[in-house]
């Protein structure tokens, strides 16, 4: 049978369906050999990518326009809102409408919830959230997923602890609600209380067969999973820097507490200190792969949504 890929743009992994996501898993596969150099392909030759970063990014960023790349497309774009003509007073909607017309594809991030919808509401080529405020991160979600088959050889039957910031962290709302697809998941959310996961994602959870708990501790859960996913507290997105001082460091993985378990570690990036350095150099590090992984996974993306939807 014959897949398609149904979604013109992705702006949220909650328009994704199980299939959709082992579409882009699968074609990313394919390409690996292409994203680590041991291969050529010209499938986006003389198309563009409009990159509009409103937001800080290494990762996301660097790793659509390595992916664009490799597939001999190009980039243009802005990295921050100061180095556009939003500076001047040009609103968001009269910018998106000008990279419609100079690129194949989108890719936004920005500060705002809901600013990727607003602009694939407004234009015709696919457009893609890169991270839209404490809201979602979805193209990082698939290459979490990208990274936990491949480490672990299936998202089904998953045991993970999401650790740190997740009121702010989109990247674990996005996470969770993907793992709503997936059979016998167990996700143990560990978080100060004033950093618990949002009311809406454990709504969502409830509608679904993934079994899920609060705890406070990693030492409670350890045992128990297959990953631990840590993520940095968000300063950024507090209005009282009081109330960050008095919360960050409160998870801090470390190579002593690792020892003798059977389980990987895995971070979006940036990390602070929430994992100690002593664990780059052991087998539990997964999360420079895990960034690497972008480079297959978003080539698949761009390949999919650009070829899907020609201008
Ligand atoms: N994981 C991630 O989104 O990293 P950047 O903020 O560097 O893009």
Redo the contacts with the bound molecule.
Sequence with gaps: MIKIFKLKNIISIKDFEREDIEYILDEASKLEDIAKSRDISEELKGKILGLMFFE??????ISFETAMKRLHGQCIGFTSSGSSSVSKGESIADTAKMFEGYSDALVIRHELEGVSKFISDIVDVPVINA?DGAGQ?PT?TLLDLYTIRNEIGSIDNLKIALIGDLKFGR?VHSLSNALCLFDNVKIYLVSPPELRMPQEVLIDLDKTNVEYEEVSNIEDIIDDVNVLYVTRIQKERFGDIDEYEKIKGAYIVNKKMLEGKDLIVMH???RIDEIAGDVDDTKYNKYFTQAANAVPVRMAILKTLIKNNPK
Aim: aromatic share 0%.
């Design positions: 800080p990014s290494t990762r996301t960023r991270g991160h990082q990247t979006p990036l940036p």
